[in-house]
DNA sequence: GTGAAAGCGCTAACAC
DNA sequence: GTGTTAGCGCTTTCAC
């Protein structure tokens, strides 16, 4: 009937055709009560014939909402930003809210700039994932523009906003109690960048495992890494060059323990015969290492699912509960072993 | 100066601060002329003052944009993923353009569906991924509707809209190539997810390269996967679980390449003593897994900031050239290597 | 150079 | 149940 293309109908438009006033098409689209049954079939039939779709500008200038959320990260892996994106998105389908993302670098440096970015975004609300979810100011100044938060995994101020939560001192300890459980008391420890409160929180996880067994960690070989391939190369080199070396070396992520691995493939060091090693994350690489790391799946997906959900019905006006502390796995493969029978 | 927590300033209280008229603010706001120099330092510093940030919402309303891009794309391994939201979020920095990120299911059995989800959102422009860039009924749908898409590596009907492209083809043909060259002639093949229609073209490019030395598709071994991990998991196992196996495996992507790998691996075949082995993508994985895999690396990030480019600038009034073509790279490491001598 | 008035498409408040 | 009026924050006329 409307000829006219990219004339994007109104409720103006469907008002006329249907012959009544703009305000109960208004009622009927957003399903609001006292609107005759026939009447609400008859302004729908108008608005699916005339290709109607709401304007969000136009609703969000009345009810000041964009519908727009955000979602923020610093650089992790690719698999750990698919899957906080696949648990957020799944969240919002069928939602008018639309998901934005907003990659950081350096959030920890530029806190301001970063509270600035949001703010200009015109977010309703935002999903803050590690470790943009730990900065104060970056709260502060969300909270002062009206800004909605959920942060996912947070290391400190727990109590502030909506928070998705994981266990990462149990994640570790589990991890470490794994490979002290198979045997092995000469342990080495690869930590990551030491600004990432992950890398305390996993810490102390390997000395609450420690403990258990009547060792501190005074009694372990530390070495410094920053979560990247190369520096885990060179932790590894570190451990395992020279006689006295561990029997299992706990890295805190992924790639460190895949470069440890090659590292002792490179010295002739047998895995897992004559060396255990341990990641953390369940990332790509752990499955396609040789042979398969044993690491800790942290539920990255459930938590942003949950700090989507929880957004949400804020946003809508509704109450939402204390943190839920979602469940990690550790997952034990080929890359753990007893230690060798002399070690 | 202004005490008020959570109250956007707008221009009008810009206006009242400085002593001027809300147009005047506007003008400087959008660094139009006619405004002097004195007047427009005064505006900007009380904005600055009162934390003002422009409302997308009213702004759009009259210009009729949303000042939001959208970027669809349908389950690709993560590092594709990454690589396109890399390239057009680095265009779009500093732009006051969001991005939308619009995973699919099933678009082409759902044009219909996907061109409602795209108009409901509200997009100014959308890049288009593989293998939505292939839906003519989307293409209409989006005509129609007066949203501007940019197509990246698209098959079909190149001439329509923005394209930002790559020779698909010739990558494919330029990895075969490569493992016929070492001597290779009993190829195996795993395809990806038949309805994109990078499969088509890169098996397209296979055949090139194997007419080049007197073999023909029916010569070769072909299964059929989807790009993911487990699909060429299952694969591999039907090419290789056998006597007459071939000596080099050309995987459509990288995921289900590391997959072959790994069943090799686990069969006890050596990689590349007694079987080569070929993805695609120049994924993450393809660098991590062991040995290294030979690979093409697809312009993924430079096609995606180059579409985002181009549709920007429509955005902004301005014309663009035609499609510009990405070089691919092939990528020989240490998963490929001459066939075996009894082979 | 600057400002006043109008209105983008929609919904809140209130009348009928 | 339904319609009228007003106005969200901004930019577009067009006047001065």
């Known amino acids: ?18 012959g009544v006033s703009p305000k109960t098409v208004s009622r ?4 609001e009560p006292h609107v005759k049954q026939s009447v609400r079939d008859k302004v729908k039939e108008v608005a699916a014939a005339l290709n109607y779709h709401p304007n969000f500008a136009a609703r969000g200038l009345i009810t000041r909402k964009n519908y727009l959320v955000g979602l923020t990260y610093e650089r992790p892996g690719p698999s750990y930003v698919v899957e906080l994106q696949r648990g957020a998105l799944e969240r919002l389908e069928g939602e008018p809210y639309r998901l934005i993302v907003l990659p950081f670098h350096d959030a920890t440096e530029r806190a301001e700039g970063l509270g600035n ?14 470790p943009s979810c730990d ?3 970056l709260l502060d100044t969300l909270d002062r523009a009206g800004i909605l938060y959920a942060r996912i995994a947070p290391h400190r101020a727990k109590e502030r906003g909506i928070v998705a939560d994981m266990d990462d001192i149990g994640a570790a300890r589990d991890v ?5 459980e198979l045997g092995h008391r000469k342990i080495g420890i690869i930590l990551g960048d030491r600004t990432h409160h992950a890398s ?23 070495e410094q890494g920053d979560f990247t391939y190369p520096s885990g190369e060179a932790a590894a080199q570190r451990l395992l060059a020279h006689g006295n070396r561990p029997t ?41 290492a040789w042979p398969r790391l044993t690491t800790v799946r942290q539920p990255v997906f459930e938590m942003s699912q ?38």
Chains 1, 2 share one sequence.
């Open 1 to 18: 009937m409307e000829g006219h293309i990219s004339h994007r109908a109104t409720i103006i438009d469907i008002a006329r055709e249907a």
């Open 28 to 31: 009927v689209l957003n399903d």
């Open 117 to 130: 970015l949001l703010q200009s975004a015109s977010l309703d609300g935002v999903v803050l994932a590690p």
């Open 135 to 137: 900065l104060p100011e």
């Open 176 to 180: 470490a109690r794994h490979v002290l």
């Open 200 to 222: 305390e929180a996993r810490l102390e996880g390997y000395r609450l495992a420690l403990e258990e067994v009547g060792l501190t960690l005074d009694r372990v070989a530390i």
């Open 248 to 288: 299992a070396i706990l890295a805190q992520n992924d790639d460190m323990a895949a470069a440890t691995l090659m590292v002792a493939r490179d010295l002739g060091i047998a895995v897992p015969q004559e060396l255990s090693i341990a990641g953390f994350d369940d990332s790509e690489v752990s499955r396609l």
């Open 306 to 343: 949950d700090a989507a959900d929880k957004l949400l019905r804020r946003l809508e006006g509704g109450e939402v509960g204390p943190a839920t502390v979602h469940e990690h796995t550790l997952l034990v493969r080929q890359s753990t072993a007893p230690p060798p029978a002399g070690g």
